[in-house]
């Protein structure tokens, strides 16, 4: 009954979230309006962004999509914090209509890829790979820099998403207090979670995703993120332990008191950061076989 009773709560948050249309009306602190309208900008406007840079992009193409962002269009030039997105649904829009009148893709929309297929040295990819592991003893004299942390996210924004909505969020916190109040709340940092001198809570904007076949698209798209803010932070030379959120809508709603994250933002994972102490040591972590990994057919 316990399960059944989160799957009911979890059914209720979402279908609030995403409960949205043109020119809907009525609010819910569950649904986050703006967050709903950019998506579904984002949605229609990538569809033109990715037709472009198909093989052989057909003649013409992307009339409906356009008729769609010309509706969206006019709500969201009625509200504030969309103006980025705008502009790249009006550049996606001419863009198009210039390719259908004259055959000329856009460099601008759908530029030509900067990456020539060359490969990187797979000694050093295999050294990097295999040096990253869980870190659970972190240098309690070493602060993280916020301004590291900036460029770690700001790298991990490229990080794919379905339809390019990137609604994955990054909640970083380095006061000693607020790190206690949220680990305090997760059950796996137990024995390392006073070394810890930094934290992420990686969450997904709920609004951003569309009906029942996206219901659990927040936890592949905000699991991307994760691990791209965890190969990042190896880069950067900083140890990181993901600490899992597998925890009741109770426990959730206790977390984000604490770590003031919005009521439209779904926790995905917490990660802990830091400096290796000295000569830590790392779980052993035996790796399964390939021939368990891999099945070709």
């Given at each position: 009954m316990a399960?059944?009773?989160?799957?009911f709560?979890d059914?209720?948050i979402?279908a609030?979230a995403?409960?949205?249309d043109?020119?809907s009306?009525?609010r819910d602190?569950r649904?986050?309006?703006?967050?709903?309208?950019?998506?579904?900008?984002t949605?229609?406007?990538h569809?033109?962004?990715?037709g472009a840079?198909?093989?052989?992009?057909?003649?013409?193409?992307?009339?409906?999509?356009?008729?769609?962002?010309r509706?969206?269009?006019e709500?969201?030039?009625?509200?504030?914090g969309?103006?980025?997105?705008i502009?790249h649904?009006?550049?996606?829009?001419?863009?198009v209509a210039?390719?259908n009148?004259?055959?000329?893709?856009?460099?601008?929309?759908?530029p030509?890829s900067?990456?020539d297929?060359a490969a990187?040295e797979?000694?050093a990819?295999e050294?990097?790979?295999r040096?990253?592991?869980?870190?659970r003893?972190?240098?309690?004299?070493r602060s993280?820099?916020a301004g590291?942390?900036?460029?770690?996210?700001?790298?991990?924004?490229?990080?794919?998403s379905?339809c390019?909505?990137r609604?994955y969020?990054?909640?970083?916190?380095d006061?000693?207090?607020?790190?206690?109040?949220?680990?305090?709340?997760?059950?796996?940092?137990?024995?390392f979670g006073?070394?810890v001198?930094?934290?992420?809570?990686?969450?997904?904007?709920?609004?951003?995703?569309?009906?029942?076949?996206?219901?659990?698209q927040?936890?592949?798209?905000?699991?991307?993120?994760?691990?791209?803010?965890?190969w990042?932070?190896?880069a950067?030379?900083?140890g990181?332990?993901?600490?899992?959120?597998?925890?009741?809508?109770?426990q959730?709603?206790?977390?984000?008191?604490i770590g003031?994250?919005?009521e439209?933002?779904?926790v995905?994972?917490?990660i802990?950061i830091?400096y290796?102490a000295?000569g830590?040591?790392?779980?052993?972590s035996?790796?399964r076989?390939?021939?368990d990994?891999?099945?070709?057919?």
């Open positions: 399960i059944a009773g989160e799957f709560r059914y209720q979402y609030a995403t409960a949205w043109y020119g009306t009525g602190v649904r986050d309006e703006r967050e709903a309208l950019v998506s579904r900008l949605i229609a406007y569809g033109l962004e990715k840079s198909l093989p052989t992009p057909r003649r013409p193409f992307g009339l409906t999509r356009s008729q769609t962002l509706r969206l269009l709500q969201a030039r009625c509200r504030d969309t103006d980025e997105s502009a649904a009006e550049s996606a829009m001419a863009a210039s390719f009148e004259g055959g000329e893709i856009s460099d601008l929309v759908t030509r900067a990456w297929g990187f797979a000694s990819v050294q990097f790979v040096n990253r592991h869980s870190v003893n972190f240098d309690m004299h993280v820099d590291v942390i900036a460029d770690v996210v700001s790298l991990a924004g490229t990080t794919p379905v390019n909505r609604s969020r990054a909640h970083f916190y006061d000693p207090e607020a790190i206690a109040g949220l680990l305090s709340l997760q059950n796996g940092n137990a024995g006073h070394t001198p930094a934290l992420i809570v990686v969450t997904e904007r709920r609004s951003a995703f569309v009906g029942a076949g996206e219901r659990n927040r936890w592949v798209d905000g699991g991307l993120f994760a691990m791209s803010l965890v990042l932070l190896h950067f030379g900083l990181s332990c993901f600490l899992n959120w597998s925890q009741p809508n109770s959730t709603r206790r977390l984000r008191a003031r994250i919005p439209t933002e779904d995905i994972v917490l802990a830091g290796p000295e830590h040591r790392v779980a052993r035996p790796e076989s390939l021939s990994l891999l099945e070709r057919h």
